[in-house]
């Protein structure tokens, strides 16, 4: 993993809008209706040659394919594992969010009217049998194609994201959480390798970190115990990978709303550095947590991160403003003071298209100008 050094490389998250026409064939091919899958495999190809392009001419460093075929960064994996079935029709809906929407309810009456604009809804599926991999020919396509797209292209680097085992469905097979966890992470081990056999950073996608640190239905000790499980678990899967080639993004999740029942990042920080990685990406941006990089200061926890990467979220994911080129640097001079400018790349607080959308949170031509201004935040520090 390259670190900034002349000058502060920067990133994202890793999901971008899809172009229009993919997205129509996509809602086809989700709801199992006849699509033309040639055409679909163009399309996506295309699709990952110009997103790439288009991240390096606005100035990001380290690209990705903007996960144009998949229909969402958590749910794509169910297509990959073996050993489930589909569920009742239950929408995934994580516990944090009823706090929120027993607080705002008319606010999230129309928040959550905005995802009928989605390709497919996010239904959880239950595991009936033993989980394996069956992901590897989607696997390969998706490295061909960003392989494919960055000959010629100006990069420092690619990642390509993987979802954490956790989040998209539930255990009706294994004796207990723990072992049904293991045995999906343990199949997911099989993707998380070719990603970093392919000579791309591997990016760890685990908001469901914070969603165990915040579960209203557990007691804080509870919460706490259950998150370092999961890191075990994580890590398990993770084994013997270089952890220079290991990126973990975790946040508060895609609920873009009042957001007043978020925990702080302090409760985040211990379990978050406890998963093996060797950059993490986390929300700044979002108007909770700007403040708490005063964090990063302290001793401990610097002793904890050692010589890892920080990947502050300086552009956020749920607005349309653009942010100030002396702000995005204001912010990442907090992080250079702490830590130091080789342990530093400016990034995104999320994705910004995490599900398949004909209406993603910000408009894909304001994404752009965001990354601009990154870059140019990036270039004033």
């Known amino acids: 993993m390259q670190r900034s050094s002349e000058r502060i490389l920067t990133t994202h998250v890793g999901s971008l809008a899809r172009p229009?026409?993919?997205?129509?064939?996509?809602?086809?091919?989700?709801?199992?209706?006849p699509y033309d899958e040639a055409g679909f495999a163009?399309?996506?190809?295309?699709?990952?040659?110009?997103?790439?392009?288009?991240?390096?001419?606005?100035?990001?460093?380290?690209?990705?394919?903007?996960?144009?075929?998949?229909?969402?960064?958590?749910?794509?994996?169910?297509?990959?594992?073996?050993?489930?079935?589909?569920?009742?029709?239950?929408?995934?809906?994580?516990p944090s969010w009823k706090l929120e929407i027993d607080a705002f309810p008319e606010y999230y009456e129309q928040y959550l009217g905005k995802y009928s604009k989605t390709v497919a809804p996010m239904v959880t599926v239950a595991c009936v049998g033993p989980v394996s991999y069956t992901g590897q020919e989607q696997l390969r396509t998706d490295i061909e194609n960003l392989r494919t797209a960055l000959v010629g292209v100006e990069h420092t680097e690619a990642f390509m994201p993987s979802t954490s085992p956790r989040g998209f469905g539930r255990n009706e097979y294994y004796?207990?959480?723990?072992?049904?966890?293991?045995?999906?992470?343990?199949?997911?081990?099989?993707?998380?390798?070719?990603?970093?056999?392919?000579?791309?950073?591997?990016?760890?996608?685990?908001?469901?970190?914070?969603?165990?640190?915040s579960d209203p239905a557990l007691e804080p000790d509870e919460r706490r115990r259950t998150a370092a499980e999961h890191a075990e678990?994580?890590?398990?899967a993770l084994r013997d990978i270089p952890?220079?080639?290991?990126?973990?993004?975790?946040?508060?999740?895609?609920?873009?709303?009042?957001?007043?029942?978020?925990?702080?990042?302090?409760?985040?920080?211990?379990?978050?550095?406890?998963?093996?990685?060797?950059?993490y990406s986390f929300e700044v941006a979002n108007p909770r947590h700007s403040h708490e990089w005063t964090i990063w200061h302290d001793a401990a926890v610097k002793q904890r991160l050692g010589d890892a990467i920080l990947i502050p979220g300086l552009l956020g994911h749920a607005q349309n403003y653009v942010e100030h080129p002396d702000l995005v640097a204001e912010m990442l001079r907090h992080y250079v003071d702490a830590v130091g400018r080789?342990?530093?790349?400016?990034?995104?607080?999320?994705?910004?298209?995490?599900?398949?959308?004909?209406?993603?949170?910000?408009?894909p031509?304001?994404?752009?100008?965001?990354?601009?201004?990154?870059?140019?935040?990036?270039?004033?520090?």
């Open 243 to 279: 952890t220079e080639t290991i990126r973990l993004h975790t946040c508060y999740g895609l609920n873009h709303g009042p957001r007043v029942h978020d925990i702080t990042m302090a409760e985040v920080v211990g379990p978050m550095l406890a998963i093996r990685a060797g950059a």
């Open 365 to 381: 031509t304001v994404v752009w100008e965001k990354f601009r201004a990154l870059r140019a935040g990036a270039d004033r520090v």
């Open 175 to 213: 004796a207990t959480d723990t072992e049904y966890y293991t045995a999906v992470a343990e199949a997911l081990r099989e993707e998380y390798l070719a990603i970093v056999d392919a000579g791309f950073l591997l990016q760890i996608d685990d908001p469901w970190l914070i969603e165990i640190l």
């Open 42 to 94: 163009k399309q996506v190809t295309q699709a990952v040659a110009d997103v790439v392009a288009k991240q390096a001419e606005v100035g990001l460093d380290v690209v990705t394919d903007g996960e144009m075929g998949k229909v969402s960064f958590a749910t794509y994996v169910q297509d990959r594992l073996d050993g489930f079935s589909p569920s009742s029709g239950e929408r995934l809906l994580p």
């Open 233 to 236: 678990i994580v890590n398990h």
């Open 342 to 363: 080789e342990q530093v790349i400016a990034g995104a607080d999320c994705g910004f298209s995490s599900r398949a959308s004909y209406q993603p949170e910000v408009h």
């Open 20 to 33: 229009e026409a993919l997205l129509d064939t996509m809602r086809e091919k989700e709801h199992g209706r």
